[in-house]
């Protein structure tokens, strides 16, 4: 990486705000090992504490919780502005309605999770949780399913773009890269972290995208735009009137969530190994490509400006307008 790169670490300090104080607490058991033992939230038997190394020295707080009727594991990458203590009663409502185990984990610098927040320290934090989840419960990348929310999305990319057999990735409230929530541009930068854009292209397992209309935070027009890329999109689920921190109140999302976890639950691993076969045998499908102009300088960065076809739907109205949900471009009458 060159140096000029390095300036991602200044992006890092404007992109993460973890709770503080934490939500929670961790300690020691004097007697029994030196168990951990969780504050601040009820006492489950059915939940593990763990404390995981990352390949970057920090130590990583996770809750595993198990579901004796579980077939699948999710490994859940949550928001930005929160940690395990808030996130405990919607695992155990995950684990109960999915029929799923599920481990969610605190970034970096989260929670009671030591080191700092940043980009790098995300990836780091989700390997490690994904090795534990392999030595320490045998679970293996065909039985497992990524759950990424807002930021969540960019450690979960990561390491789904790396795992060729994954059952299956949700991205909640997810964005195309940090710069474009703040730009509707099309270009590449340094500057820019979590390049989920192009992360979602090499994703070989059926993607769920779940995103609000009305989304303050990440446009619904990311969750649109990762839906189109993904190579194995699932049917998506648009909550009209949906913002970014209340989908899981809407009554559709479980029920979605549901359904799409028994139907990928339902396919064989050599059912998924075919697929993947047989999609490596078509053809790349012609794309029309507009006219870009290309600035170089001795940056690392290369930006493109794109010159748009024509106003959206939220560019002259700041919302999305449901008549053309699925559309690639705004075609209803009440918006020409």
């Known amino acids: 990486m060159k140096s000029g790169c390095s300036v991602s670490d200044l992006a890092a300090k404007f992109a993460f705000f973890p709770p503080h104080p934490p939500t929670y607490g961790i300690r020691k058991e004097e007697s029994g090992g030196g168990k951990l033992v969780v504050s601040g939230i009820p006492q489950d038997t059915s939940m593990d504490v763990l404390m995981v190394d990352n390949r970057r020295g920090n130590k990583i707080i996770a809750f595993f919780f198990r579901n004796p009727c579980a077939r699948l594991t999710v490994l859940y990458s949550h928001g930005n502005a929160t940690d395990l203590g808030q996130l405990y009663e919607l695992f155990v409502q995950l684990k109960v309605n999915l029929r799923v185990n599920l481990m969610g984990y605190d970034y970096s610098g989260y929670g009671a999770s030591s080191g700092k927040p940043s980009e790098s320290n995300t990836y780091a934090d989700i390997e490690a949780i994904y090795e534990c989840l392999e030595t320490e419960y045998g679970v293996s990348q065909e039985d497992l399913v990524l759950y990424g929310q807002s930021l969540g999305s960019g450690p979960t990319l990561h390491l789904a773009s790396r795992l060729p057999r994954l059952r299956g990735v949700v991205l909640h409230s997810a964005m195309l890269s940090g710069l474009r929530v703040l730009c509707h541009i099309n270009f590449s930068f340094c500057l820019d972290i979590y390049k989920n854009i192009n992360k979602i292209k090499m994703v070989k397992c059926p993607v769920l995208v779940i995103h609000g209309t009305e989304d303050e935070v990440v446009n619904w027009l990311h969750g649109n735009k990762l839906w189109k890329l993904a190579r194995e999109p699932h049917d998506p689920l648009w909550i009209k009137g949906g913002s970014h921190c209340n989908l899981e109140l809407h009554p559709d999302f479980v029920v979605h969530l549901a359904r799409f976890i028994k139907e990928i639950e339902s396919v064989t691993t050599a059912q998924r190994l075919k697929k993947i076969h047989r999609s490596r045998q078509r ?41 053309c949900l699925k559309a690639p471009a705004c075609l209803c009458s009440s918006c020409r």
Do not use: M, W, Y
Not at 299 to 319: A, M, W
């Open 283 to 323: 053809p790349e499908k012609a794309c029309i490509r507009s006219t870009t102009t290309t600035f170089t300088t001795n940056c690392c960065c290369q930006i493109k400006f794109q010159k748009p076809d024509g106003l959206s739907c939220c560019s002259s109205k700041g919302g999305i307008c449901v008549n």
